[in-house]
């Protein structure tokens, strides 16, 4: 009987009992052993938890990490994670059995705050950079580009160049200029020359490659490059001179393009201006002023050629240091927003229309024509926004110049955020190279390949952005339960209909309500009962 209940010794197999080999004996005992110290671990480690979470001492974290990462990887979700089962036993030891609650003990532990962001950790979007990125800043910080690049250089500090950003911005990759001419007028695009600075295959294009772009959401920043090269040594800041790819173009009186032309430069900020600033004014000044009527006329052009018309305004939600959010409606056709974007899809255009003639490979963003044109007052109709949006081809990247339909030009690319996107940063590599070596230019291959690489690092941000949107919507609607706010109905299901906030472009859903019968496009008044940003719940109910 005890060779049967203790198999470490004997083994019992077909009616016979047998010794086991000494080896076999040693590793079953190991094995019980660690057996017998896994279920300690659990029993002290669910009795240190339930203290936690009771309000009692919490000790020092050091030896517990191995528990804090397990708690880690059950709040992230993923049952794949290795140690997403240790984390759910831990749990269980504890008493508990929801899986929130280990979010909550690692909030009440200082791990995390409450408002921690999960989805950066579900992408996998680093927060920092390793040790060799800020080894390569160092070096580049040291190298003098300016003085070295100065003869081979158009001088345009003496030029009026003004940067047009938000309030909060601090990386200054973009600053225009205009000046009246015999013959029309001459607008400058000036680019920040990230190019020179960060040479292709270095630890920190490397990383730039690998994050694809800098990740702006309500409540923090990740840049893609470290901040002493996004925000100081390439940030267009007013009054320092700086190194720039300036895109100048010969313009009319009515303002169609005569000319245009790429060179290097050394440029100087003469005013930074704020989005605000230029619409208080109303556009008006010397330079403002042509800057409006150039921008209006090439956002004339565009329509007239088919662009697709665009929400007249986006919602900026922002969050200050002591966590109270903010939401504000950014009007999409103010003064500044339409100097500042029309420029840069002329910059765009232009950059693409450059390689195109020069036969330098170029990663073209391209859309087909919609399935079909929708008319009506796009202005006021969110409904009719939302069904032309649905029409819409997908844009796709390729070395193939195409036309883009939404934006109703022949070719275009992306080459004015060299500091936020690797893309443009390629792109402006792309030019460079075409002013100065050809040579040095990436061949179709290579830049297929990149888009290979970095697309689907674009879709893991934007998915964190629009998560990171909602989840501080959510929070900032958290205070209006008992409020009412304007809606429109997208869709319409059996139990419920999909709708579309139409003050903060954010959607839900609406359950059904007795007999009331609702169809798309229908404008509703909806009552805010219950929002939880943790837990992605907006539950509205019918006025």
């Not at 990462?69 to 508990?96: T, Y």
């Not at 999409?332 to 500042?340: A, G, L, P, Q, Y």
């Not at 939302?386 to 070719?411: C, F, M, N, W």
Request: hydrophobic content about 40%; proline content about 5%; overall charge neutral.
């Amino acid at each position: 009987r005890a060779i049967l209940e203790n198999r470490v010794y004997f083994k019992y197999s077909d009616g016979r009992i047998s010794a086991r080999d000494p080896e076999k004996v040693e590793h079953l005992l190991a094995r019980r052993e660690e057996e017998r110290r896994r279920k300690q671990e659990l029993e002290e480690a669910g009795v240190w938890l339930k203290a936690v979470s009771s309000g009692g001492e919490i000790g020092p974290l050091e030896p517990r990490e191995g528990i804090i990462e397990s708690l880690k990887q059950v709040s992230l979700g993923d049952k794949s994670r290795p140690l997403f089962k240790h984390g759910k036993e831990l749990l269980e030891r504890a008493g508990f059995e929801a899986e929130e609650k280990a979010f909550e003990l690692l909030v009440r532990l200082g791990v995390w705050h409450p408002d921690q962001n999960l989805d950066l950790l579900r992408q996998e979007i680093p927060t920092d950079y390793p040790p060799e990125v800020y080894q390569d800043f160092e070096r580049v910080m040291a190298e003098n580009r300016l003085d070295s690049e100065k003869s081979d250089r158009e001088d345009l500090t003496n030029e009026c160049i003004i940067t047009i950003d938000g309030m909060a911005t601090r990386d200054f990759d973009d600053a225009l200029s205009v000046v009246k001419t015999d013959s029309g007028y001459r607008l400058g695009v000036h680019i920040t020359d990230v190019s020179t600075y960060v040479l292709k295959d270095t630890p920190i294009d490397g990383h730039a490659r690998m994050v694809g772009t800098s990740v702006y959401l309500p409540d923090e920043r990740i840049s893609m490059f470290p901040q002493g090269i996004a925000d100081n040594l390439c940030s267009l800041r007013e009054g320092e001179k700086r190194l720039a790819l300036s895109l100048l173009v010969d313009l009319d009186p009515t303002c169609a393009i005569r000319k245009f032309s790429f060179v290097p430069s050394i440029i100087r900020v003469s005013k930074r201006l704020t989005y605000q600033e230029v619409d208080l004014v109303g556009g008006k000044g010397p330079v403002l002023e042509d800057l409006a009527n150039i921008t209006r006329s090439l956002l004339k052009n565009r329509m007239n050629k088919g662009a697709m018309v665009q929400p007249p305004f986006e919602v900026a939600v922002w969050v200050d240091l002591s966590g109270e959010v903010f939401v504000r409606r950014i009007e999409r056709d103010s003064v500044s927003r339409t100097i500042v974007a029309e420029s840069m899809v002329l910059a765009n255009t232009l950059a693409a229309c450059f390689l195109q003639e020069r036969n330098i490979p170029c990663l073209y963003r391209s859309q087909e024509d919609p399935l079909e044109r929708l008319k009506g007052d796009f202005d006021n109709d969110p409904y009719l926004l939302y069904r032309q949006r649905t029409l819409l081809k997908r844009i796709v990247i390729d070395t193939e110049p195409l036309a883009h339909s939404g934006l109703g030009v022949d070719v275009y690319t992306h080459m004015t955020s060299p500091i936020r996107r690797y893309m443009d940063l390629v792109i402006q590599r792309q030019i460079m190279a075409a002013l100065c070596e050809p040579a040095r230019a990436y061949s179709p291959e290579e830049l297929k390949a990149l888009a290979l690489e970095i697309e689907p690092a674009l879709k893991r941000v934007n998915l964190v952005r629009q998560k990171r949107q909602r989840y501080w919507l959510i929070r900032y609607f958290e205070r209006m339960i008992g409020e009412k706010t304007q809606a429109v109905v997208l869709k319409k299901f059996p139990k419920y209909c999909r709708i579309l906030l139409t003050d903060y472009l954010l959607e839900c859903t609406l359950p059904r309500q007795g007999n009331i019968s609702l169809v798309p496009g229908d404008h509703i008044l909806v009552r805010f009962d219950r929002a939880n940003a943790r837990n992605d719940i907006l539950k509205v109910s019918l006025i």
